[in-house]
């Protein structure tokens, strides 16, 4: 589990609910006509402008990116490392019998045990590459529109509390809650907006970029393979994608 992400959330959420509590009632600040007009209006929104199953692929990426861990970069060369290694000790077709939870990866140990021609391993790895990118960018994108729907219906709950306001200024009891409605509106699209959905498709962009870095030692490493499936050379060139303190030996 990724518990930086999950405590960067919580602890925004948590410093805001302490300032709420340090500064008088917390019941003054939940409106229920106000959650409606936020959360109701940004999901209908988001559903108007995207088909439902990019929406759903998009709430279990977010999901995933709580629950999954960063990718060690060393991890994944030291993978293609062992694969040369038994490529060269008992030949491509024993690739075969790889066992991976990457499914490029497993498509590539495949295409090479199956003697395929190396411009069609990069056609099919670069199409992986493309296919993820845009999966990830339509996620990222969604997010983003979330981060600018919220404060938009924030703003429209305003303008719906002040004409409240407005058209009952000889009733002192209706100005309140026509005020929590204008203020609270806007308070919680900020922060959906600033605390949920424009970091979210950060970290969406930040892990889309890790991922295609993968998917391109893969293919590196594969290209490797076939040129010449020495694991010491494969290493060579695939360390250049690791950290220089992290590498064999510590060299840089």
Do not use: W
């Not at 995933?64 to 694969?83: H, P």
């Amino acid at each position: 589990m990724d518990f930086v992400t999950l405590l960067g959330v919580l602890s925004g959420f948590a410093l805001v609910i302490a300032a709420i509590f340090m500064g008088g009632s917390p019941s003054n600040f939940i409106d229920v006509p106000s959650i409606m007009i936020v959360g109701g209006g940004t999901l209908s929104a988001l559903f108007v402008n995207f088909p439902y199953e990019e929406v759903a692929h998009s709430l279990k990426s977010a999901v995933m990116m709580f629950t999954s861990r960063k990718v060690n970069m060393g991890d994944v060369v030291e993978t293609m490392v062992r694969i040369a290694d038994l490529s060269r000790r008992n030949g491509i077709i024993a690739l075969e019998n790889v066992q991976t939870s990457n499914a490029v990866l497993r498509k590539a140990c495949q295409l090479i045990a199956d003697n395929a021609a190396p411009d069609i391993i990069k056609d099919v790895l670069r199409i992986e590459i493309m296919a993820m990118k845009r999966r990830h960018n339509i996620s990222i994108t969604i997010f983003n529109k979330l981060g600018g729907y919220a404060p938009a219906f924030g703003m429209i709950g305003t303008l719906i509390g002040l004409v409240q306001m407005l058209t009952n200024l000889d009733d002192p009891k209706m100005i309140g809650p026509a005020m929590a409605v204008a203020i609270l509106t806007t308070f919680y699209g900020a922060m959906l907006s600033y605390l949920v959905f424009f970091p979210i498709a950060g970290k969406m962009r930040a892990r889309s970029m890790q991922d295609e870095l993968v998917l391109f030692v893969i293919f590196e490493g594969a290209r490797c393979i076939l040129d010449n499936n020495n694991p010491r050379l494969v290493y060579e060139k695939l360390s250049s994608f690791i950290p220089p303190k992290e590498r064999r030996n510590g060299r840089g």
